[in-house]
């Protein structure tokens, strides 16, 4: 940018005068201005006291303009957002094992619907991750000829579907309001909170490589008792349930996404 030449009079008639100024953007480079002072109608005192107001001006100004060069430079530095690799990334491992979910107390279609939309949601944050669905818990350790998913039983595992790291995931509900009203199965509608944690274990000794634990309160459809089970077996899961299992997933998969800051 340039800024046209402009005069001031001064004292006495004396004229000063800026040349244009330019800075070249975005490089911050300065051309200064040049400050020429009309001395002609001045007595020699009142000479020497105004030639050093040309430098004086010309500091100013370069003091002004770096100000402003600083202020554009910081502005758009921190409007920049950089991108943040996820926390859990599951490409550095050739193959991932999903074991279906479990829920505590309880019977029905819900653990198997939360699984499914996890696995979902691992291919939609980091598509091409290879995932091994492994089925039931239950089923594999009596396979493995395991009582729980120990060092040992995941070794089998790694040996027989040639998995390195192992999701397993565990669901609870409580606090289910109005209970009177599910006591007639199917109910036509009642609030559950659930509690979803998933754990990733490496196959080879057996340690967590990262956990995650969601909690969500949602009103959901066709739940019934069968003593003190809580029996989710509704004709339709996904509309019955979608909604609260989209909120536990979304919540305790966020790790897997790459985000902005």
């Given amino acids: 940018m340039t800024s046209h030449a402009h005069s001031r009079k001064l004292l006495l008639g004396q004229t000063i005068v800026l040349q244009p100024l330019?800075?070249?953007?975005?490089?911050?480079?300065?051309?200064a201005p040049k400050c020429d002072i009309d001395l002609r109608w001045m007595s020699g005192r009142e000479a020497n006291s105004v030639r050093p107001l040309g430098r004086e001006i010309r500091m100013k100004i370069n003091s002004l303009v770096?100000?402003?060069?600083?202020?554009?430079?910081?502005?758009?530095?921190?409007?920049?957002?950089?991108?943040?690799?996820?926390?859990?990334?599951?490409h550095p491992y050739p193959a991932v094992g999903l074991v279906t979910f479990t829920m505590e107390d309880s019977?029905?279609?819900?653990?198997?619907?939360?699984?499914?939309?996890?696995?979902?949601?691992?291919h939609n944050a980091q598509p091409g991750t290879p995932v091994v669905e492994l089925g039931d818990y239950d089923q594999l350790l009596e396979e493995c000829g395991r009582d729980k998913l120990d060092r040992e039983a995941l070794q089998i595992l790694a040996n027989e579907y040639g998995v390195s790291t192992v999701f397993v995931g565990h669901m609870t509900a409580s606090d289910i309001s109005p209970r009177a009203s599910i006591s007639q199965f199917p109910s036509v509608g009642a609030t559950v909170s659930v509690q979803l944690t998933v754990r990733m274990l490496e196959t080879e000794v057996g340690a967590t490589l990262w956990t995650n634990t969601a909690k969500a309160t949602e009103s959901?459809?066709?739940?019934?008792?069968?003593?003190?089970?809580?029996?989710f077996a509704a004709q339709d899961p996904k509309e019955a349930y979608g909604d609260l299992v989209n909120h536990l997933i979304a919540r305790v998969a966020a790790d897997m996404y790459a985000t902005y800051r």
């Fill in 220 to 231: 959901v459809g066709e739940l019934g008792l069968s003593g003190s089970r809580i029996v």
């Fill in 22 to 31: 330019t800075v070249l953007w975005p490089t911050g480079m300065l051309f």
């Fill in 107 to 122: 019977k029905g279609d819900l653990e198997r619907l939360a699984t499914d939309r996890f696995l979902a949601e691992i």
């Fill in 66 to 90: 770096y100000t402003i060069l600083l202020t554009a430079v910081a502005t758009t530095a921190c409007s920049k957002r950089v991108l943040v690799p996820p926390r859990l990334d599951l």
